[in-house]
């Protein structure tokens, strides 16, 4: 396999890894509680209710998405930005003026995932139940 195709994709493999990983565990624990507390319901056992007030606690933090979908759209945004930025300001020091398109890549990836937070964003916004 050559240089130009192994690194790329080690890099990509890697960067998938660290963001996966720590988000399937997650989910593979809280799985695990949810159907030891689903057993310990059918065989007519008490339930803790620390327990039960530590998974809701989870729910309820969940249950804020809207905020932190917004949050990543702006921090997405303004690293668009700065990458966009920082093309001008090194412009003048490259020699055969690719360095614009060069920057100019990160920032339209950053740029549509941070425009897609911002939708989503905004569509938890307005489909969320108002409470008075």
């Keep these: 396999m050559d240089a130009d195709i192994f690194v790329p994709f080690v890099f990509f493999g890697f960067l998938a890894a660290i963001i996966l990983v720590p ?8 799985r695990s509680a949810h159907d030891l507390v689903s057993r310990a319901m059918e065989r007519g056992q008490p339930l803790d209710p620390a327990l039960v007030s530590q998974l809701t606690q989870n729910m309820l933090e969940e ?6 979908s917004l ?5 997405l945004l303004a690293l668009a930005g700065g990458f966009f ?17 060069g920057m100019a890549v990160p920032a339209i ?14 569509i938890d916004y307005s489909t969320k139940k108002k409470t008075a």
Excluded at 23 to 30: G, N, P, S, V, W
Excluded at 87 to 101: A, K, L, P, Q, T
């Design 63 to 68: 249950g804020n998405r809207a905020r932190k």
């Design 109 to 122: 990836i950053l740029a549509s995932v941070g425009f897609a937070y911002l939708a989503l964003a905004i």
């Design 23 to 30: 988000k399937l565990a997650k989910e593979r624990t809280k």
């Design 85 to 101: 930025a920082a093309g001008f300001v090194i412009e003048g020091y490259d020699n055969d003026g690719d360095v614009m398109r």
């Design 71 to 75: 949050g990543n759209a702006v921090v």
